[in-house]
C-alpha cells in the first residue's frame, strides 16, 4: 500500500515536471515567433522596426465648421487702410489738430471740387451704428464756406486756402463733453481754434474758425487697433463743442 503510494506520487510529480516542461517550451516558441516578425536589415546586421501605422501618423480629421482663433502672437488686424494724409496715430490730440487744418485747407491750383471734398471725405470714418452718416459730413463741409460754386469761381483767381493751429482744447477741457460725455470710453472730442488765409489774385482774406473735431481710439471696440479714427467734425457755428 505505502509502495503504491509511492508510485503514485512519483507519478504525479513527473506529469507536473512535463507540464512545467511543456509550458516553458511553449513560452520560448512564442518569443522565437515574435523575435522572428523582427526582419534583419541586410546591410548593416541590425534590426528593422515595423513602421507606425497610418492610423496613428494621420492627424484626426477637423470638422468643417470649426473655426481656428488666432494666436496670442497673431498681429491686430486694422479695419481700413490709412487714407492718404491722414496720420496714423495713438495720439488722438494730434490727429484732431491735423483734421481740423485738413478741413479749413485746399488749392484750386492743383485739385479740383470732386478731389479736395473726396480727400477730406475719405477721413471721415462712419461708425458701424451709422451715427455719422455722410449727409452730416456733406453739411459740415460747406458750413466752411465751400462749395462747388465758390470753388469754381476761385478756381479762375488760382484761389488757396491754408490753415494754422491757435488753440486746442480737448475733453475735460470742454464744459459740454463734461456735461454730456461720450457713449463709451476711446473717444474724444476737441475744438481747435484756427488762423484761417484765403489766397486769391485780388489779394487775401485772415479770419479764426474753429472746428470741433471727434477721434475715436482704442480701447473702444469700433476703433481700429493701433490708431484712431476721425469719425466727425463740425464747422457750423451752432455744432461747436465749447
Not at 466752411?144 to 479762375?156: E, Q, V
Request: net charge positive; with cysteine; glycine share 6%.
Amino acid at each position: 500500500m505505502f509502495q503504491k503510494s509511492l508510485h503514485h506520487r512519483g507519478s504525479a510529480g513527473r506529469v507536473r515536471r512535463w507540464v512545467l516542461l511543456f509550458i516553458a517550451a511553449a513560452a520560448i516558441a512564442g518569443i522565437a515567433a515574435v523575435l522572428s516578425i523582427r526582419t534583419p536589415n541586410s546591410a548593416t546586421g541590425t534590426t528593422a522596426l515595423a513602421p507606425p501605422s497610418s492610423a496613428r501618423a494621420t492627424p484626426p480629421p477637423t470638422s468643417a465648421g470649426a473655426t481656428q482663433r488666432p494666436t496670442a502672437a497673431s498681429p491686430p488686424l486694422d479695419a481700413a487702410p490709412v487714407p492718404a494724409g491722414e496720420p496714423s496715430t495713438l495720439d488722438f490730440r494730434h490727429l484732431a489738430a491735423a483734421a481740423a487744418r485738413a478741413v479749413y485747407t485746399w488749392d484750386t491750383r492743383t485739385a479740383t471740387y470732386s478731389q479736395t471734398y473726396g480727400r477730406l471725405r475719405n477721413w471721415w470714418h462712419v461708425l458701424p451704428d451709422g451715427s455719422n452718416p455722410l449727409t452730416v459730413f456733406a453739411t459740415q463741409f460747406e458750413a466752411t464756406g465751400t462749395n462747388a460754386a465758390a470753388y469754381a469761381s476761385l478756381t479762375g483767381s488760382q484761389g488757396y486756402r491754408t490753415a494754422r493751429l491757435l488753440n486746442s482744447s480737448c475733453d475735460s477741457q470742454l464744459a459740454q463733453y463734461v456735461q454730456h460725455p461720450p457713449p463709451w470710453a476711446g473717444m474724444h472730442v476737441c475744438t481747435e481754434t484756427l488762423a484761417v488765409t484765403e489766397h486769391a489774385t485780388s489779394g487775401t482774406n485772415n479770419y479764426t474758425a474753429p472746428v470741433s473735431v471727434v477721434v475715436n481710439c482704442p480701447p473702444a471696440a469700433t476703433a481700429p487697433a493701433n490708431r484712431c479714427d476721425m469719425v466727425a467734425f463740425y464747422a457750423a457755428a451752432d455744432r461747436i463743442v465749447y
